[in-house]
């Protein structure tokens, strides 16, 4: 059963001010408790187009979704090529681009498979190293902490982890695998837990927690695929159209924050001048200047949700 508890549904929906008769877009399908809050509020006219690529969250969704499978289209594929995805649902297209009303991510890593021993999404669970959030693809976890040289382990869990001991913990990778491939996620987490001080272990999240993210990240190519999904959506949305991520990532939320602020666009002119002569007009405008953060009851019920960040912008 794909069951996955939806992080700050209520607000990400309202924020994209769901039309009728509109065009909305699910990036991140996922267990479709988005998709199904949207899919209520469209009318006749209205349209969803879910994306993911994982087979499961497809499968679920069309459970989940069957009652409003007359005006949805699940698409299967990565959220980097957003515009294909719209033009395989034969959205309508203006001046070569198809047209949307909504855009919504939730850069959430879903529950399922983060608790699903099989996908090797978990140190707290062995299975082999895998990672994949589309199984078709090739590249795997054990390739990465397998073939990959000792620097650029460092490096990708240095910034994709924000792990202090990255050369330490990439050092124990590289002398491990010496002695013959590391196959499995808890081969992987004890080496990590042995690999840091006994004082940083003593508290905090588990030792394995941030080389783990690091490795899903890079397993995926999350930070570019969601840069360049973002970069789509904003060409795509229509006038009074908007755009809603929920990150849980450092990371994620600098690559929102930072393209949210080119598209805004801010007047360069000295403050003397008595007219704007830049022209450097933004095409969004912020809905809310600071991330929306979720509320005490939902971080009760829902402890993954506590580095959560709804942000929200508006096609001009």
């Known amino acids: 059963m794909f069951h996955h508890i939806t992080v700050l549904k209520e607000e990400a929906v309202e924020g994209l001010r769901v039309k009728p008769d509109g065009i909305y877009v699910d990036c991140t399908l996922g267990g479709a408790g988005h998709s199904l809050m949207i899919a209520g509020k469209l009318g006749e006219f209205g349209r969803l187009i879910a994306i993911d690529q994982d087979d499961a969250a497809l499968n679920n969704a069309r459970e989940r979704l069957e009652s409003y499978m007359d005006r949805v289209s699940l698409i299967r594929g990565n959220f980097r090529h957003l515009r294909d995805a719209l033009l395989r649902a034969s959205v309508p297209v ?38 994949r959030m589309d199984r078709s693809q090739r590249l795997t976890a054990r390739e990465i902490v397998n073939e990959w040289p000792e620097a650029e382990l460092a490096r990708i869990l240095f910034e994709y982890g924000e792990e202090r001991f990255s050369r330490r913990i990439a050092a124990a990778i590289s002398a491990a695998r010496q002695k013959g491939p590391l196959e499995t996620t808890g081969q992987l987490a004890e080496l990590i837990r042995d690999a840091i001080p006994a004082p940083a272990r003593r508290s905090g999240p588990h030792p394995a927690k941030r080389s783990f993210q690091a490795l899903r990240i890079a397993v995926n190519d999350e930070l570019n695929a969601f840069s360049e999904a973002l970069e789509e959506a ?64 939902e971080l009760a019920q829902n402890p993954r949700a506590r580095s959560a960040k709804l942000r929200i912008a508006e096609k001009i």
């Open 94 to 131: 203006k001046d070569g681009i198809p047209e949307v009303n909504g855009v919504l991510f939730d850069l959430g890593v879903s529950s399922p498979q983060l608790d699903e021993a099989e996908r090797g999404f978990s140190y707290n669970q062995d299975a082999e190293l895998d990672m």
């Open 234 to 297: 904003v060409r795509c949305l229509a006038p009074q159209g908007r755009i809603a991520v929920i990150t849980f990532h450092s990371l994620e939320d600098r690559i929102c924050k930072q393209t949210f602020a080119k598209y805004v666009g801010k007047c360069t002119c000295p403050p003397d001048f008595p007219v704007c002569v830049c022209h450097n007009e933004g095409i969004l405008k912020l809905v809310n200047r600071k991330p929306i953060l979720p509320g005490e009851e």
